[in-house]
């Protein structure tokens, strides 16, 4: 297959399995035990991962195919590969060694291998550094020793090891000559290819029901004293050659990798689930009239009220807004990643800062946006059929799983104050972080002039940022660095938080500024963009006076602007969700459906309730008869 955008490759695959033999018919799985449910998810996902084979695409590509419109159609309870697809596959590809990739390549191409990525244990998710599971190097066996040394140590969580792997790639604390070497990656077999019973020393299963995506086959796994050959230690990066001697990663954080890759993938792929949220609650929108009849005698369609406009006319254009910049960190992403291959890890730290904040911004905007956008639907959007639900459960598991936001947006908080204060050695050409190095941007704050806009959110960023850095600086006088650093908590994460704001509107500008294919396309992406600027300052009024330069009558006129704006952007709702291009099977919402049938769609679906199968269900006689009621 030749190598296409992710848009593209999102097409393709969808016009694919829409017609291929094994995926297009679809069950409704809302009334299957939690086995079937598994049962049915892993059969689609196993033809899925057929039909990527069949398409010959590499790993990059495969790593596209997680766009939730197709994922969400084809495994809709969570796809118990996705895990082996987008973290185990990738993390093979660029932490094994050469020789390590051509052992098992073969076998997880084949099949054979099905694997998933084993980090997170009870006792700790966040700090990676704190994990607890050992791997201690034997010079004499030439093996490691991996080993649990209590239940709170057990891996809790990973994707497909309930019952779907057979092989994980596990985190672990390294020791050799009796030294602590860090956390570092190992690729171990924990069920056998045949049989698939736990290997001995290992314990597995499931961990049971989620707020969603009850098909993912999140696992535990304990070890206990497990041999595993030197070789499988993941050797691109660090080494523990046979005397056990140690060569450390030419980056300290050179086993994090995977991670910056999936939280890149995690941003991309929520907008997706976006996009399919407003789709829906635009189209239910323009069908669902209620209330006093107008003129017409008929009753109003309610994106005509104003609070209906709000609710719904913000979140499309949050969908271009954020479907640009998401694109523009996966294209950094790739390009900073062959730099580190070849040995230059010089991008890396502002690259991490961007993919944490990236990922926190868009998951909690996003799982907001869908949440607002199933209240717009009133009582139908509370139906599993409206998919509403299935989506913001979707989106929000993205706000903890690849680190929790919270602890992201710190990360990029530290990266920021640094640069601020002139600590960190200084940003590249073309770093999203210079301005913090250069004067304010004083373009005067004009309603109406997206580029005044846009100031003010750097004029916010850089006030955030430059205020905390002053205030943690000062606390370190007087405090630890652990007590300064959490007195100032809050507002780091502030300041991350409009930090990730001011990039993603400069990549928008950028966007509209470079798209020349018609005049009416420009206006449309440029009503977008202010749309979504009119609306970030509604959110964040406060931090605009305070920090952005904006006056309390500007706030004013801003708010009667944002009204205005929905009221022009109103017409075109449609079209611009429709731009999506998404079919209706793909969306699989009873409101949401291109033809508007939404009533009869309901029906159908209640039709599929087994209570409605006889008359007077069983239950009746057991229960309530027997209660004497
Ligand atoms: C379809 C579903 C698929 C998704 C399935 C989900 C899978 C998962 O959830 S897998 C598990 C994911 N887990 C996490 O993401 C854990 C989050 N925690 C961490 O990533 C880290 O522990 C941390 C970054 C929060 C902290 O790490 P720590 O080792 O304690 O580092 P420090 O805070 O002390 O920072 C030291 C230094 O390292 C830099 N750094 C940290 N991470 C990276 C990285 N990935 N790449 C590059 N650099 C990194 C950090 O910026 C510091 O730099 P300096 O300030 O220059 O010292
Ligand atoms: C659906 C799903 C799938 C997952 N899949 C996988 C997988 O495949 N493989 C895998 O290894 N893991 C997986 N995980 C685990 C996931 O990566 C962790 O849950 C996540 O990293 C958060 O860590 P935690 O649970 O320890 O949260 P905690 O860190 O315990 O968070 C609890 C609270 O503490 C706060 N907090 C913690 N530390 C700090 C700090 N330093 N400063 C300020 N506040 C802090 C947080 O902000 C949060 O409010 C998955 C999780 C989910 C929900």
Redesign the pocket.
Known sequence: MVSRNRSQVKDHLGSKVLNHPELRNTKATEYMSHEEKYRYNLSRATAMLKLIDEEGMDVNEISKV?SHTVSGFTTPDG?PL??HQ??FVPTLMNQADDDQVSRWLGDVFNGTIVGT?A??ELSH?????GLRTTATYDPASRTFDLHTPDVSAAKW?P?GLGTTANHAVVMAQLYTDGQPRGIHPFMVAIRDRETHRPLPGITVGEIGPKLGQNT?NNGYLLFDHVKVPRENMLMRNARVNEDGSYTKPSH??AS?GT??F?RVA?ALDTVDALQIAATIAARYSIVRRQGEPRDDGQEPQIIDYQTQQLKVLPHIAACYVLRASTARLWEHHTHVTSEVRGGDTAL??EL?ATACCLKALVTQDCSEAIEALRLSCGGHGYMTASRLPALYAYATAGAT???ENT?LLL?TA??LV?QAGGS?APPAAGSAVTYLSRPADDTPFAVGSPAAYVAAVGRVARGRVTEVAAALQADRQTMPEADAWNQSLVQLVAAALAHGRYFVVREFAEVVSQQSSSRAIQQMLQLLFSVYLAHAVSRAEGDFITYGGLTPSDIRLNRRHLLRLLAELRPHMIPLTDAFDLPDRLINSTLGAWDGDVYRRMFEQASHSPLNTDEVPASFHQAMLRSKL
Request: hydrophobic share 40%; glycine share 8%.
């Open positions: 997680m796809n996705a895990v987008v973290m990525y980090q997170t998710g966040t700090f990676v550094r969580w994707g993912l300290q954080k994090y991670m910056v999936t995690i890396l730290p991490h799983y690849e680190g602890v990360q530290r990266y640094k960190h």
